[in-house]
């Protein structure tokens, strides 16, 4: 049964397409995981739909033999890591992440070489080769907490994201920690014109803005001036968007994040009236992960992750220190 693509972001699925694939799932003794940013169709038929810490937690405890991945590459290299007696499966090994392009293990030894004795903070969004040149990870959810951790006489070197590293930085307040200078190409999209133009246009609506968003800054900036009150912009995690939209009052949020973010909201939270800062802040590579590959992979066991076992051991204990830092509630 194979589902048909119409357009991006929106797909028709065959009737009983989610049957067949919880059938086999189950078949293969597998538990399917979904990020916030992923197609609708593969969160809706997901067991479990959460940000990248709530993902690997769950990933870390899962009972199945099997755990098929639905996001990006690197979030299933972690999930193999915290387990890697377990089989992985990712429905499409080519959905990668710009964002752990931005660096690479050589480029970190040398960095590390420049600052000796520093600990090294790595955003989960790197490979496993980063991860095992890393003293802690850490998420979008818990950063700020990961950072704090680390004594305030010790220097801090933060990879790869640059806006969020400058929002740890900020928070913190904390003039040792130096920030590599990597991106996402989708959040770096989102600007401060034009969260400014729709803060403007929506005086009474919150701003959920990810702090990996190029317009961050803007959003903390417009806060500070008054032209957004303080209490409307919140920066947050994919998961802590969640939680802040069953919390808030707001009948209006603008939304700053990949747009796949907005079915979870809406599911959340049916009332509010959620509008993208950019309709067009589409991750390429989550969306990779389509119906018919779903399908692929509960049912011929495709694609397969594999991680070098000696950088998987040195990678699973700043991993580990991660998922014991801050707590999420980022998933379900
Ligand atoms: P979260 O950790 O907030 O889920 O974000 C992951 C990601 O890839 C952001 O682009
Ligand atoms: Fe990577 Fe950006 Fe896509 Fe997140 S949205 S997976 S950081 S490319």
Redesign the pocket.
Known sequence: MVPTLTAPGSTAVDPGWADEVRALARRRDAVLLA???QLPEIQDVADHV??????SRIAAEADASTIVFC??HF?AETAKILSPGKTVLIPDARAG?S?ADSITADQLREWKAEHPGAAVVSY??TTAAVKAETDVCC???NAVEVVASIPREREVLFLPDQFLGAHVRRVLDREDMHVWAGE?H??AGINGRQLADQARAHPEADLFV???CGCATSALYLAGTGAVPEEQVKI??????IEAARATGAKEVLVA??VGMLHQLRRAAPEIDFRAVNERAS?TY?KMITPEALLRSVRDGTDEVHVDPELAARGRVAVQRMIEIGSSG?GE
């Open positions: 990020h916030n940013y959460g940000d990248s810490l709530a993902l996001g990006v979030m992440c964002l989960v969004n998420t979008s959810s996402c989708v959040h990810h702090p990996e947050l995690s994919t998961g802590g968007m994040t990949e991750c989550m980022g």
